[in-house]
């Protein structure tokens, strides 16, 4: 694998990471919604200032002038995965499994409408990757 297919994994995965170890210490008394307003404030922000980098040649006028509606539904699903996590966290969920078990979940409510609306392939690989899904988020749950 080359290092520009890998970099962005990477850079996901450690996001992710991390983001999950900063909400996971988010103090108990601290108000949940302003705290998640605060860290999409900046993100946006992050967004804005790396948007020459991710769109080379395209002023930013243009780009936003370019920006399909299901961005607005983006943004209510991107705010609905970090509301819950931390209240998942709140709720006492170990940081330890309950990234991976929020993203198997995901990828098993995915998998059919990857099928049905995307025409991907059903594979016995498939099959069986569901299985130790299903498998692991039994003993995740233990």
């Known amino acids: 694998m080359s290092a520009a297919n890998l970099l962005p994994f990477l850079l996901a995965s450690c996001g992710r990471a991390a983001l999950h170890l900063l909400l996971t ?21 992050t967004c804005l200032a790396a948007f020459p980098l991710l769109t080379p040649g ?10 399909p509606w299901h961005a607005l539904a983006m943004g209510v699903a991107i705010a609905s995965c970090e ?5 998942a966290y709140r709720a006492g969920w170990p940081v330890g ?3 991976v078990s929020v993203s198997a979940t ?25 299985g130790m899904t299903l498998g692991g988020l039994y003993l995740l749950a233990r």
């Open 25 to 45: 210490i988010v103090p108990a008394g601290a108000n949940s919604g302003a705290t998640l307003s605060v860290a999409y404030v900046i993100a946006s922000l």
């Open 83 to 87: 509301i819950g996590i931390l209240l």
């Open 97 to 99: 499994t309950t990234g």
């Open 106 to 130: 995901m990828t098993l409510i995915l998998l059919p409408i990857g099928i049905l609306a995307f025409g991907e392939a059903l594979t016995l690989a498939r099959i069986a990757g569901i």
């Open 58 to 67: 395209v002023s930013l006028k243009s780009g936003l002038g370019n920006v």
